[in-house]
């Protein structure tokens, strides 16, 4: 899934989004909530339609941004007390506010508050905390039952431009659907916590299973050892979501595992600070080695950009510091990781 934070996939057009392939992606709670804010959205017909885009949508819960990006927050057994990023106005988020706040948004998938366990944390710290995630996962779920009619996409009316016009297909009818509601793995880096959080979440019953609380600055291997011994205590006949993960090699090594949703800013992110994921290893397409390359980025990609650009044209955007090298960057780098997991779904 690509990220697309502020109800953008940065630097990337919708329609060049459909055009790649991409199936689905997410957006951050935190940054819609705090600003256009979740009333606005809702009255526009919710997420899909504010940002024209009727392929799935998954929204996170805001916990992780409440618990990285925030200054001066104030954890209680009812939610946390936050200050803006923004402005630095008084917030608060709880496992009901942020479940209605993603109701509002109405996205297709949607999670519960939860805390992230910050590494490294001592035993009883990660327990009392993945112990509060259970009893807000609980919480998240009752608001959810009884407010799930509540989804924009019930109640709006048909806009100027419908998506029946753009596309020429009927809508959906999407009368009796509602969104699917995760449930998220807390327990740190311990096995048995992770074993004992997957089995009591399991217990409260989701439509979906995630972990959460890796890629927190833990090695490599300490991530990849609790994913494999997570995964095995996750239903095989539900998603299984790996949050915040990884690199080309990673989100392959992961799907063999058992891992079916991954979400990471790094091919974006990446792409935006010139460094590119290429089948012949990592390019910083910044260096000076490229600006008399007439070759193309990825020979071996099928993506516009390297149809049609130079390494020696790339080069140069990006040290103009143009617009277009943010552009031209994100989409090739999407382009291989979207070509990357269509490798592993054929495989598979
Ligand atoms: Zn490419």
């Avoid at 490294?120 to 996962?137: H, I, N």
């Avoid at 890796?214 to 949050?243: C, F, I, N, Q, W």
């Amino acid at each position: 899934m690509p990220v697309g934070t502020q109800a953008t996939v940065k630097a990337v057009p919708q329609d060049v989004l459909e055009d790649l392939g991409v199936q689905i992606l997410l957006g951050n709670t935190y940054h819609l909530y705090l600003r256009p804010g979740i009333e606005q959205v809702r009255n526009l017909g919710g997420l899909h339609r504010f940002m024209s885009w009727d392929r799935a949508i998954l929204t996170d819960s805001g916990g992780f941004q409440v618990f990285s990006l925030s200054d001066l927050r104030k954890v209680t057994e009812d939610g946390v007390t936050f200050r803006s990023h923004l402005d630095g106005s008084s917030r608060f988020l709880s496992p009901e506010t942020a479940t209605a706040a993603q109701i509002g948004l109405g996205a297709d998938v949607i999670m519960p508050f939860d805390e992230c366990t910050e590494y490294p944390a001592d035993a009883s710290r990660v327990r009392a905390s993945m112990e509060m995630t259970l009893r807000w996962a609980e919480r998240s779920k009752r608001y959810f039952e009884e407010h799930k009619g509540e989804v924009p996409w019930k109640s709006h009316q048909p806009s100027a431009i419908s998506r029946q016009e753009r596309t020429g297909r009927q809508p959906m009818t999407t009368d009796n659907c509602t969104q699917a509601l995760f449930g998220i793995v807390q327990g740190g880096m311990d096995l048995a916590l992770r074993k004992e959080s997957a089995e009591r979440t399991i217990e409260i019953g989701f439509d979906g299973y995630a972990i959460g609380g890796l890629s927190v600055g833990e090695p490599r291997a300490l991530t990849r050892e609790v994913v494999e011994s997570t995964l095995e205590h996750l239903p095989k006949d539900r998603p299984r979501y790996l949050m915040g993960v990884g690199t080309p090699e990673e989100i392959v090594e992961y799907s063999k595992l058992g891992v079916d949703m991954m979400d990471c800013v790094l091919p974006t992110r990446a792409a935006r600070h010139g460094l590119l994921f290429t089948s012949e290893g990592k390019v910083s397409i910044k260096q000076a080695r490229y600006a008399g390359d007439q070759g193309p980025l990825d020979p071996n990609c099928p993506c516009r950009v390297c149809q049609r650009y130079s390494r020696a044209y790339l080069r140069h955007l990006y040290a103009a510091n143009e617009v277009l090298a943010q552009i031209l960057n994100t989409i090739h780098n999407l382009s291989f990781y979207l070509d990357t997991m269509r490798r592993v779904r054929h495989s598979i």
